[in-house]
C-alpha cells in the first residue's frame, strides 16, 4: 500500500491555502479534522479545477479510513468532471486492491498510465500484479518504466506528470528551473524537448535533441527521440542519417531497423522501406505495429489490396488493435464484413480497452455503419469518437479567433505596399490551402499530373516558420504576426530561400512543386513577404459539407478543431474571414476554386487552374486519376479514380444532427452558401 507522503509529493500543489491545510491535516494522519474540512471547501463556490482536487483528497482520506464505497463514489463524481484525471484511477486501483479485487485494480492502474505515464505509484503496483498474472512481458516493461521513474530526480518526475497532464506551461517551467541548476543534464533536455513537441515548438525542440546527441553520443534514447522528431517534422533524409547511426551501432535491434525503414519510406525509397518492413515481420512475425506500418506505405504506393491484407494482419495478433480497423475505414472505400462489424463494436465495449483504441473503433464502426446507410447509429459512433478525442485536445476556439483577429490587423494593404520586392523571387510553389477534407488532395492530383509540377505532400515549413516567429511570448501578446513590420527586408528573402531550399529533398526535377498543408490559409501575408511569385489556391468545399467530413474523419495529428461540430462550424467562419481579408488586401493573388464546381466541370475549372498557374494545358490533368504517385492523405485512393458525384451531398444523410454545426457557422455564411 502507498504511503500518505507517496500519495501527494510529486503533484501539483493545491492553489488554495485551505487546502494546502487539508492536505497537510492527511499527511498528519488527522483524517477526521480533514473530512470536516474537505467537506467545508465543497459547500464553497470552487473553480472546476479545485473541485476535483478536492474530491481526490476526500477519496484518499476516504481510503485509509477504510470507507471504500464513499471513496468510489467520490471519484466517480470527480471523473464526471474531468475524465483525464489519472490520479483518480490510481486511486480506483489503490482502493480495488484494498477490497482484494485484482483484476479491478489492474484495469484502473492501466488506465492511470495510460493517462499519466509519470506516476511511480501505479507502475509498482502494475508490476506486481502483472507477476501475480503470469505476464512476464507486461511485467518487464511496467518494471523498465518504474525503474526510470526511479532514477529521475523529483522535479523531473513531477515535470514529466504535469506534461501528461497537458500542464505544458507548468512542465517547461519547472523543466527550466532544473536545467538552469543542472545545465546539460540529458533527461531533463530530453524532457524539455518533449515539451516543446507538445506545444509544436519544433525547432527548440530540435535544438536540444541535436545538442543531446553531440554532448551524449552514446545515449541511445536521446538519439532515438532526435530521429523521431526528425520523422514527425518530415525531416527524412536527416532521420536517415541518424537511423544509420543507430544501426551501425546494433545492426540487429529491431527497433533501429523499424527506424530505419520509416525513414526510407519518408524518402520515398518505397521499394526498399517495404522490404526492409517484411524482413523484420519474418524475425517478429506478431508485431502488429509492423504490419500497420507496412500497410500504410502499401496504401501510399497505391497497393490497396496488399495493404488491405497487412492491416487485417494486425487485428488478427492484436484485436483491440483501433488503429487497424480504423486504417481500414480510412480507405475509403473498403467495406467491413458482418464479423468485422461485430467484433469492433463489442471489442470497443469492452471495459480494459484503452481510450486511443476505442476512439479509433469509434470512428471505423461509424464508417461501417454509413457504408449500410445506417446514419442514426453511425452518427453515434461518430460523436462519441469525437467527444472522447475533444477530451483530449487542447483546442481554444476563443485563441484561433484571436489569431484570425490578429492577420487581418497586422496584414493590411499598407504593409504589402511598403513591403514590395521583398522576399525570394522564386516561383517554384504552388501552395494549395483550405480546410481538410476540402478537395485540396484531387487539386494537387491534378496538377501533379502536369510534366512541369511535382506533388509533393503537406508540408510542414511554414507553420514551422510561423511558430520561430512567434516565439516564447504568451498567448495574449503573441510576437508573430506583429512581427512583420519591423524585420529587416533581408530576413525574408532569407526565409523565402530557407523555403526552397529546405523543400527540395521532396522534389523529382520539375520546375514547379505543390505544397498542400492546409492550415497555411492563415498565413497567407507570411507566405507572400517570403515568395511573392508563389502561387496560392484556396480549396473550398460547401461548408456543411467540408465541415461534416471532417467531423467523421480521425486526423493522425493536429486538426483538434474537428473534435466537435460546433467547433469546427466556428472555424470554418474564421477561415472564411480571414480569406475575405486577404482577398481584399491581395486582390488577385489568390485563386478560388469550389469543389463542387470541380465535380461539375472538370476541363473548365482544370483550365482556369492551370491558367492561373501559368501552365500550358496538358490532357494528362483530365487523367489525373491514371497518374502513378505517391499520396499519403485519406482521400489517396478517391483521386486514384474518375471524379465521383456521390460524395458531394453525403452529408444530407446526417442532415438531423448538424444544428450545432449550423449554429456555429452563423446566417452570414449559411447565406452566402445556400442548400
Known amino acids: 500500500m502507498t504511503s500518505i507522503e507517496s500519495t501527494f509529493q510529486s503533484e501539483a500543489t493545491p492553489p488554495a491555502a485551505s487546502l494546502e491545510q487539508a492536505k497537510a491535516l492527511i499527511q498528519s494522519a488527522r483524517f477526521s479534522e480533514a473530512v470536516a474540512a474537505l467537506h467545508t471547501l465543497l459547500e464553497d463556490s470552487l473553480s472546476r ?67 499519466n505515464p509519470a506516476l511511480p505509484a501505479s507502475w509498482k503496483m502494475l508490476t506486481g500484479l502483472y507477476d501475480r498474472d503470469g505476464r512476464q512481458q507486461e511485467a518487464a516493461s511496467a518494471r523498465r518504466q518504474l525503474a526510470f521513474l526511479e532514477s529521475l530526480p523529483a522535479e523531473l518526475v ?42 509544436q515548438i519544433y525547432n527548440d525542440a530540435e535544438f536540444l535533441l541535436e545538442s543531446c546527441v553531440e554532448l551524449y553520443p552514446e545515449h541511445i534514447p536521446a538519439r532515438v527521440d532526435y530521429l523521431n522528431l526528425l520523422l514527425h517534422t518530415q525531416k527524412f533524409d536527416k532521420a ?76 488478427r495478433i492484436l484485436p483491440q488493435f483501433g488503429d487497424a480497423f480504423w486504417s481500414l475505414a480510412n480507405t475509403k472505400t473498403y467495406e467491413f464484413t458482418e ?45 462519441r469518437g469525437n467527444a472522447l478525442k475533444k477530451q483530449q485536445s487542447r483546442y481554444e476556439d476563443a485563441t484561433f ?107 523529382a526535377g520539375a520546375p514547379f512543386f505543390t505544397d498542400k498543408m492546409p492550415n497555411n490559409f492563415l498565413h497567407i501575408g507570411l507566405i507572400r513577404l517570403i515568395l511573392p511569385n508563389a502561387k496560392i489556391i484556396d480549396a473550398r468545399r460547401h461548408p456543411l459539407a467540408c465541415c461534416f467530413s471532417g467531423f467523421k474523419q480521425l486526423f493522425g495529428e493536429g486538426q483538434e478543431f ?50 492561373f498557374c501559368n501552365l500550358p494545358f496538358e490532357e494528362s490533368c483530365l487523367q489525373f486519376h491514371k497518374t502513378q504517385r505517391n499520396i499519403r492523405t485519406p482521400s489517396s485512393e478517391q483521386v486514384k479514380q474518375p471524379i465521383n458525384r456521390s460524395a458531394v451531398e453525403q452529408w444530407r444523410n446526417y442532415d438531423k444532427h448538424l444544428q450545432p454545426l449550423r449554429d456555429a457557422l452563423g446566417p452570414e455564411i449559411l447565406t452566402r452558401y445556400p442548400e
Open 158 to 199: 513531477s515535470a514529466y506528470s504535469f506534461l501528461h497532464q497537458s500542464k505544458l506551461y507548468k512542465a517547461e517551467q519547472l523543466c527550466r528551473d532544473f536545467l538552469q541548476r543542472n545545465k546539460h543534464h540529458v533527461e531533463g533536455m530530453r524532457l524539455l524537448a518533449k515539451i516543446g513537441m507538445r506545444l
Open 401 to 507: 479567433q484571436r489569431r484570425v483577429e490578429a492577420q487581418m490587423e497586422v496584414c493590411t494593404a499598407e504593409l504589402f505596399e511598403q513591403r514590395q520586392g521583398v522576399g525570394h523571387e522564386a516561383p517554384d510553389p504552388i501552395f494549395i490551402v483550405g480546410l481538410p477534407r476540402s478537395g485540396s488532395t484531387l487539386l494537387e492530383q491534378i496538377l501533379a499530373s502536369h510534366s512541369m509540377v511535382d506533388g509533393t505532400m503537406e508540408l510542414h515549413d511554414i507553420l514551422s516558420l510561423a511558430q520561430r516567429l512567434l516565439g516564447r511570448a504568451s498567448k495574449r501578446s503573441p510576437k508573430y504576426p506583429t512581427i512583420l513590420r519591423g524585420l529587416d527586408e533581408d530576413h525574408f528573402r532569407r526565409f523565402g530561400e530557407e523555403y526552397i531550399e529546405n523543400t527540395r529533398v521532396y522534389r
Open 240 to 315: 536517415h542519417e541518424q537511423a544509420r547511426i543507430l544501426l551501425e551501432t546494433n545492426p540487429d535491434d529491431l527497433r533501429h531497423q523499424i527506424n530505419m525503414a520509416a525513414a526510407l519510406v519518408g524518402l520515398g525509397e518505397f521499394e526498399e522501406g517495404i522490404a526492409l518492413y517484411r524482413q523484420i515481420l519474418e524475425k517478429d512475425p506478431d508485431n502488429a505495429n509492423i504490419y500497420l506500418q507496412l500497410g500504410h506505405a502499401l496504401k501510399t504506393t497505391g497497393s490497396f489490396a496488399q495493404a488491405i491484407e497487412a492491416y487485417r494482419a494486425a487485428y
Open 562 to 611: 474537428t473534435y466537435g461540430l460546433y467547433e469546427i462550424g466556428r472555424y470554418y467562419n474564421g477561415y472564411v474571414r480571414v480569406m475575405d481579408h486577404w482577398d481584399r488586401v491581395l486582390p488577385g493573388h489568390i485563386l478560388r476554386v469550389m469543389h463542387e464546381d470541380v465535380v461539375e466541370d472538370l476541363e473548365g475549372q482544370v483550365r482556369r487552374i492551370l491558367d
Open 339 to 383: 464479423t468485422e462489424l461485430a467484433h469492433m463494436t463489442e471489442q470497443e465495449q469492452s471495459a480494459d480497452i484503452q481510450t486511443e483504441a476505442r476512439v479509433r473503433l469509434c470512428f471505423a464502426a461509424g464508417k461501417a455503419y454509413e457504408d449500410r446507410k445506417e446514419y442514426d447509429t453511425s452518427f453515434a459512433y461518430y460523436e
Open 49 to 115: 479545477e479545485d473541485e476535483v482536487e478536492v474530491l481526490y483528497m476526500l477519496a484518499v482520506v476516504q481510503r485509509y479510513t477504510r470507507q471504500y464505497d464513499s471513496a468510489l463514489h467520490n471519484l466517480k463524481v470527480l471523473l464526471t468532471k474531468d475524465q483525464g484525471y489519472a490520479r483518480a484511477y490510481q486511486e480506483q486501483g489503490h482502493i480495488y486492491l484494498a477490497m482484494n479485487e485484482p483484476g479491478t485494480a489492474r484495469q484502473a492502474y492501466v488506465r492511470a498510465v495510460e493517462l
